[in-house]
């Protein structure tokens, strides 16, 4: 009887710990996919997708699908050929990770160099491509569902999440599930099954005469419909997990951004945590010092204005023929905040090749 408790008791304990060990090498495997996404899904070419992992399914409008589309990690597929992409949820028998980038031109004119929008699909998301097979040539994915799954849900890092980034010097329109929304130059955008996130920029979202906005270092909590509708529960400051989330995922695109030629991105830390969802706890959490260092490696490191108060959203290269009303109308913000935030000395001198803090 004894040694019938004992294995008992010993299956019991060895159970638990090997529960334990997947919960926690979750992280790593998502963070491995990171990595195999930055590597192998370079060069990647405007109005073009890659997908980076070995777990993601699509639907071609090509009807039968290709029999070779998107069968081996670092495959690419122009985006007018597709009608959906869906990397897969994380796997812990494999220990596989579904990440698929998307580099998508919207409404950028093709003379504007650089980067397009770039979307990052992770785990159990779905995006569909909502605009007309016979128009994708006018932009494919400039509107798109996001249709997200249940996920992993004793893994923080693996949820099915949506990350866009747009370009630092232009402002981007998109359908983003059935809502008409505005990105500011610069927006970092991720959103999971249960929050909205802004990173970096603001959004504004327009439905008839109605208008909501929301800012930098700002989440939504939020639930969506099996028909894709947003439906809004709250809103409130960014969280500490929010916030890592963040990092995470711009190291991931500057390394892209490297590999592409393009200009790295930062996000910078608010003042203090707002409470983590689920929690008991209403009382904000101050922003330790050591986050505040720019994620990968930055040209500069966020600047502050003298009066201190000043955060940087975005990096801005001056380009020959710019004034500060040209760059302060394209950021949405004013020439007299650019000159606090830069002490500037004379408004009506800057230099290409400057780099510039935009405010936020």
Known sequence: MRKRIFLFLFFITCTVAIVHAQVSDCSGDVETALKSVAELCNPLSRNAACYGSKTVDSVTFDNPRPADFFTNPGDRSELLKLREIHPQPLSLTDNSFGVALLNVQANVPNTLPGQAVIFMLMGDAKLTNEVAADSQQQGAFQSFYFLPGPGKKDCYEAEPTLTIQTP????????FNGVDTEFSPGTLLTITPSVCTIHRGNII???G?????LLSN???DIHIDPDGKVNVDDLRDIS?????????IQTTLNKVAVANGWSEQLITPPRAYGAEPGSTSTTATPAPEATVAPVATVAATPTTAAAGQ?????????????TLRIIALEYHTTIQALVTANNI???NLILPGQI???PG
């Open 345 to 347: 000395t004379n408004p």
């Open 205 to 207: 979202q327009r439905v």
């Open 209 to 213: 005469t109605d208008k909501a906005s």
């Open 310 to 322: 000043a955060i940087c959203i975005a990096k801005h290269t001056v380009l020959r023929g710019e």
């Open 168 to 175: 630092g010097n232009i402002t981007v329109n998109m359908m």
């Open 240 to 248: 500490q997990n929010e916030y890592q989330r963040g990092l995470q």
């Open 218 to 220: 700002q989440t939504v």
């Open 356 to 358: 510039l803090c935009i």
